[in-house]
């Protein structure tokens, strides 16, 4: 018999069909929800006394250069044009696969302690198959369920070599991947292409024809800078190679005619709203698809410039559109808008729904509900931050922290249990992060105080 747990007595936000309870009681069998109801009469099961805690689905962090975590606050202050150049072209450069294996486990790790069962790891520092093993590895030990995103670096090119915005996507390296892992419970392997912005139409076709006959997501960054194939989404349209598979973060430098038309073929969206704000790219596309009918998922983005918890990028990215939609009714109107023009359930959607959707996994994930995983998270409510709770979903998003994140569970297994991680040593794995870290920084000449070149 699967073994079975039953978390009794929360107040449980499914974000399904079946609607929330104020209090009631969820049995996990195996790694499946087999129930939820006001009161479930259970024998043999573990019983987990959740009075006072709030029930939400595992988030989803659809974007994340895991890879950087070694070198958090290195990247703070600078722009998105200085992120290129200090971090592509230098810090990148220097990465052995052990800095690699450090970062993506800590990282992970961090984001089951934040209370994120599902992890989008956009790896683009990968110069060799020793690097992509490392940080595959490190997601599995992590225990953490991941969509591993095979990209590729982005170095300045030395004289006489080809740039990295000529070169196709390594295919052989991907279906090596896909040979090794592919079936594995807790992960997956897409691909992290440049696509037309960063790329020659050539490589883009390849890229995305790649993606599209090995069936996989290309997931792609879009915006920072002029584009270096101006008409390339038209061209990848007329060969048909856009459709559902089609991932595009950030998003910017999108005319609302493409907007519109990439909704109309399926393709998803990922924002990440602090990133954005901060290193210049622009405004959240948020509002633009939700004039569409449509909504983002969201990712961190970039440990080296903030931190990793999707509560607060949900927090963020409905704070910025809020403002954003209530500064527009006012120069149209002269007044603010009578009530608020996104609720906090649309914005947990977007760290759980929505990322579920982007990873083309709602059937499995991102909602709470019989039959899907048992991917949860505990949050207790009877602190002092978060009392009296009158609404749970919006006391999740504006009053919960990382110090409220109780226990997490992936896959039917406690990931986090009473506020620590299960059967982890934390010590020597934050000295190794630290030791890789310095190495890192003193090798690129960058000063520990104000992580400026030195």
């Not at 390339?232 to 519109?260: C, K, M, T």
């Not at 607060?312 to 608020?340: E, M």
């Not at 990931?415 to 000295?431: E, I, M, Q, S, Y």
């Amino acid at each position: 018999m699967a073994q079975r747990t039953l978390i009794r007595g929360a107040s449980i936000v499914t974000m399904d069909a079946q609607g929330d309870l104020p209090v009631g009681d969820l049995l996990v069998s195996g790694d499946t929800i087999e129930a939820i109801s006001p009161h479930l009469p259970v024998d043999e099961a573990q019983v987990i006394d959740a009075s006072g805690c709030i029930l939400v689905p595992g988030f989803v962090n659809a974007h994340m250069h895991t890879w950087q975590t070694a070198l958090r606050g290195v990247a703070a202050n600078w722009t998105l044009l200085q992120y290129f150049k200090n971090m592509h072209a230098g810090l990148a450069t220097v990465f052995t696969p052990d800095d690699l294996r450090i970062a993506t486990l800590v990282g992970a790790l961090n984001q089951l302690n934040c209370g994120t069962t599902t992890l989008v790891d956009w790896c683009h520092n990968n110069p060799t198959p020793a690097h992509n093993d490392a940080a595959v590895d490190a997601l599995l030990a992590s225990g953490i369920r991941a969509g591993f995103f095979h990209g590729t670096p982005k170095p300045d090119p030395k004289p006489g070599q080809t740039p990295f915005w000529e070169v196709p996507h390594p295919r052989a390296e991907v279906e090596r991947l896909l040979k090794a892992h592919q079936g594995k419970p807790l992960l997956e392997i897409h691909a992290a292409v440049l696509g037309p912005h960063y790329s020659t139409l050539d490589v883009a076709v390849h890229d995305f024809r790649m993606a599209k006959e090995l069936g996989l997501i290309a997931s792609l960054h879009q915006g920072g800078g002029p584009a270096r194939t101006p008409d390339g989404w038209e061209r990848l349209e007329e060969l048909g190679l856009l459709g559902e598979q089609i991932n595009i973060v950030h998003g910017h430098a999108l005319s609302d005619e493409q907007l519109q038309r990439f909704c109309e073929l399926g393709m998803s969206f990922s924002a990440a709203a602090e990133s954005e704000m901060s290193q210049g790219h622009g405004h959240p596309l948020t509002g633009r698809l939700r004039a569409l009918g449509r909504a983002p998922s969201l990712g961190v983005d970039l440990e080296s410039v903030m931190g990793g918890d999707m509560i607060s990028q949900a927090r963020i990215a409905l704070g910025i559109q809020r403002s954003l939609d209530n500064v527009a009714h006012r120069a149209a109107h002269g007044t603010i808008p009578d009530t608020s023009t996104i609720t906090t359930r649309e914005a947990l959607g977007w760290i759980t729904v929505e990322g579920a959707r982007m990873l083309r996994q709602l059937h499995r994930i991102g909602t709470l509900a019989p039959g899907k995983q048992a991917d949860l998270v505990l949050i207790r409510a009877d602190e002092l931050n978060m009392q009296p709770v009158h609404d749970p979903v919006s006391a999740v998003v504006f009053q919960a922290t990382l110090a409220n994140i109780d226990s997490v569970m992936v896959a039917g297994q406690w990931r986090k249990r009473a506020g620590r991680l299960v059967g982890v040593d934390l010590p020597p794995l934050l000295a190794a992060l630290r030791a890789s870290g310095e190495k890192i920084t003193r090798a690129m000449g960058i000063g520990a105080s104000n992580g400026a070149i030195a």
